[in-house]
C-alpha cells in the first residue's frame, strides 16, 4: 500500500493540472484572437470616414508620404486619430477593471471616484477664467483637476483607513458638487459653454500626434501600476481580512489603483472628453469570460476596450455620412441599454 500511495497522489496532481493548462491555452488563444480583430477595427479606422481610401492605398499611406491625396489623410488625420483610440480605450478598459477590483463592485467604474468630474471642473475653469483654447491646453488641466480630485477623495474616504464603500460616498459627493460647479460656470460664461460643449460630448475627432505625446506617458506608468498589483487585488477580491491573510498589503494597494485609475482615465479624459460606459461594459464582460483572475481580466480589457470605442467611433462615421456623430454619443446610445440589462441580471441573481 504503502509503494502504490505516491503514483496515485502523482496521477491526482497531474489531473488538476490538466485542466488548468488547457484553461490558460483557451484563454491565451482568446487573447491573441481579441489583438487580431483589434487590428481589424485599426485598419477599418484608417478606410472609412467622410472620403472612404481604399486598403491599397491605407498600405502606401502608412509607409509613404507623397504629400498629397490620400497619403496626407491617412498619416495627419486618421493614424493620431487611430492611435489616440486604442491608448485611450486601453486606459479606460484597465480604470474600469482596476476600479471594480478596488470597490469590489462589477458595475463601477471609473467616474465612482470623480476623475470625470475633476477633469471638467478644471477645463471650464481654464476657460473661463484663464481664456485657454487649445486641446493641448485643456490636457495638462484635465488631468491635473483629476489628480486633484482623486488625492481629496482618497482623504475623505479615510485615506490609510479607506474602504470601498468610503471612497465611493467620497466620490459621489465630490462628483455632485463638481457637476454643479461646471454648469454654474457655464451658465454665467455663454463664451465657456460654446468651447466646452464639443469637449464634452467626448470625441476623437480633433486628434493630432500632439494630444497622443502629451497623453501617452501618464497612460503608460498607468498601465504599468495596474498591471502590478493584478495578484494583490485578486487577493482584495477575496475580503479585507482574507486579503490580509495571504500577505497584501491594503493600504499600498489601494493607493496604487487610485493613482493608476487617476493617470489612466484623467489623461483618456483629458484627451478626448468624458467618454463613459466603456469602463463599465468591457471589464464587466469580461470577467464574464476569463473568471474572477485580474491577471487575465487587465489584458482582456486592454486589449477589448479600444476595440468598443474605436468601433464606435466607425460606426458614428458610417451613420452620419459625410457628418459624424461623435463616439461619447455612440457609446453612451451602446452603453445604456447595456448597462440596464447588466443591472436588471444582477438584481435577479440576488433574488
Same mark, same amino acid.
Given at each position: ?7 496515485? !497522489?502523482?496521477? %491526482? ?46 498600405? /502606401?499611406?502608412?509607409? /509613404? ?34 476600479? !471594480? ?87 454665467? %460664461? ?17 486628434? %493630432? ?30 475580503? %479585507? ?99 440596464? /440589462? ?7 441573481? !440576488?433574488?
Amino acid at each position: 500500500m504503502l509503494v502504490d500511495s505516491p503514483p496515485k !497522489q502523482s496521477a %491526482d496532481t497531474s489531473a488538476a493540472a490538466e485542466p488548468r493548462g488547457r484553461r490558460r491555452s483557451v484563454r491565451a488563444a482568446g487573447l491573441l484572437a481579441a489583438v487580431g480583430v483589434l487590428l481589424l477595427i485599426c485598419v477599418a479606422s484608417i478606410m472609412i470616414g467622410a472620403k472612404p481610401v481604399p486598403l491599397g492605398d491605407v498600405w /502606401h499611406g502608412l509607409f /509613404h508620404n507623397s504629400g498629397t491625396g490620400n497619403d496626407v489623410l491617412i498619416q495627419d488625420l486618421r493614424v493620431p486619430r487611430t492611435i489616440l483610440g486604442v491608448i485611450v480605450g486601453v486606459a479606460l478598459g484597465l480604470s474600469g477593471a482596476v476600479m !471594480q477590483a478596488l470597490t469590489r463592485n462589477p458595475l463601477a467604474e471609473p467616474g465612482l471616484l470623480g476623475v470625470n468630474a475633476g477633469a471638467a471642473a478644471a477645463v471650464v475653469s481654464a476657460i473661463s477664467f484663464l481664456g485657454v483654447t487649445s486641446l493641448s491646453g485643456y490636457v495638462w488641466f484635465a488631468f491635473l483637476g483629476a489628480a486633484v480630485v482623486s488625492v481629496v477623495v482618497y482623504v475623505l474616504g479615510g485615506s490609510r483607513s479607506a474602504t470601498p464603500v468610503r471612497l465611493a460616498l467620497a466620490g459621489t459627493a465630490a462628483t455632485a458638487a463638481l457637476y454643479g460647479y461646471v454648469n454654474a460656470v457655464q451658465l454665467l %460664461d455663454s463664451a465657456a459653454l460654446d468651447r466646452l460643449r464639443f469637449w464634452t460630448v467626448g470625441s476623437l475627432a480633433n486628434a %493630432d500626434m500632439a494630444t497622443v505625446r502629451s497623453v501617452a506617458p501618464f497612460i503608460v506608468v498607468g498601465v504599468v501600476l495596474a498591471l502590478l498589483i493584478a495578484r494583490p487585488l485578486n487577493a482584495m477580491e477575496m475580503g %479585507d481580512d482574507t486579503a490580509r491573510a495571504l500577505g497584501a498589503h491594503l493600504n499600498r494597494t489601494r493607493a496604487t489603483g487610485m493613482v493608476s485609475v487617476t493617470l489612466l482615465c484623467g489623461a483618456a479624459t483629458a484627451a478626448c472628453g468624458p467618454i463613459v460606459f466603456i469602463g463599465l461594459m468591457v471589464p464587466y464582460l469580461v470577467r464574464a469570460l476569463t473568471g474572477p483572475d485580474m491577471r487575465w481580466i487587465l489584458p482582456y480589457a486592454a486589449v477589448l476596450s479600444p476595440v468598443l470605442l474605436l468601433g464606435s467611433d466607425v460606426l458614428g462615421r458610417v451613420v452620419a455620412r459625410p457628418s459624424e456623430l461623435q463616439v461619447g454619443i455612440v457609446t453612451a446610445l451602446v452603453g445604456g441599454p447595456v448597462f440596464i /440589462h447588466l443591472v436588471r441580471r444582477k438584481r435577479m441573481a !440576488q433574488l
